[in-house]
């Protein structure tokens, strides 16, 4: 959602602190979910619980109702994992306070991780929401933050198995913003413990065949850094075996993030 609640962010009128999005992003964004049509929707970088109210009374004004929603308040007091949902969501659990060694001390994954029980044909499907470390930071020692997300995809997969001991038979989807692409260690990891299978990735293309979902507008780079990941028991009901990235109009106009959209095809 690219800081969707009030932060610091460049204006007309120069740097303002503590700012709302501007209407013309959130119209575009809405564009966005209303083309997609999905039954469930994982937001990154919601703003905290009136905004999320906002956006969905606002879709609802469009035509596109989310009854259900939930916010996860971690330790970043600004930016918020958050789940709309169609469907009903049978349980909800916040992992608000995973933490971690990181250079001889203790962090904690910085927007926590959201578990939603979705209800599904032939029984609930659990949903991870993850967001990762961004590649911003001071540390001169890791370059990018890439071994901070490493160790919080670590602790993340460890929580999930810790929920599904065995993974084999469960659903669930593993859905977020990684801030690494699909060769690197935070997705080596999200993806197994050991000789245990967690889950496997969708591929992802968009309707030129590219693979891009974030545009990082001030040196014209382009990355693949969303992801949807799938438990064994779900990988064979994914349609067409791959996910899709959206890119209809407004996708480039509300987020540097484009969304990863999956169906799927439960009997």
Do not use: C
Not at 36 to 48: P, S, Y
Not at 69 to 75: A, E, N, S, T, W
Not at 200 to 221: I, K
């Amino acid at each position: 959602m690219e800081n969707y609640g009030s932060v610091g962010r460049m204006t007309e009128g120069g740097y303002r602190t503590d700012y709302p999005k501007p209407e013309k992003e959130k119209s575009a964004l809405r564009g966005v979910i209303r083309a997609v049509g999905a039954d469930v929707l994982v937001l990154q970088e919601m703003g905290d619980a009136p905004y999320l109210e906002e956006l969905a009374v606002d879709l609802r004004a469009e035509g596109l109702d989310y009854p259900h929603r939930v916010l996860l308040d971690g330790p970043d007091g600004e930016r918020h994992v958050a789940v709309l949902s169609r469907r009903p969501l049978q349980r909800v659990v916040r992992h608000a306070n995973l933490s971690f060694a990181y250079l001889g001390a203790s962090e904690s994954v910085k927007r926590g991780l959201l578990e939603v029980a979705v209800a599904a044909d032939g029984g609930d499907v659990t949903l991870f929401a993850v967001p990762l470390k961004s590649r911003l930071t001071e540390v001169a020692s890791d370059p990018n933050a890439e071994a901070r997300r490493a160790a919080e995809s670590g602790v993340v997969r460890d929580r999930i198995l810790q929920r599904f001991p065995s993974p084999v038979a469960a659903r669930y989807v593993i859905a977020g913003d990684f801030n690494d692409g699909p060769a690197s260690r935070t997705l080596e990891r999200m993806l197994a413990r050991g000789t245990t299978r967690v889950a496997s990735l969708v591929p992802a293309v968009d309707t030129r065949g590219e693979t891009w979902t974030y545009h990082y507008a001030r040196e014209e780079s382009y990355a693949h850094f969303d992801h949807i990941l799938v438990s064994e028991a779900l990988r064979p009901h994914v349609a067409g075996g791959r996910a899709r990235i959206f890119d209809g109009p407004g996708a480039g106009e509300g987020s540097d993030h484009r969304p990863v959209v999956m169906t799927l095809e439960l009997p």
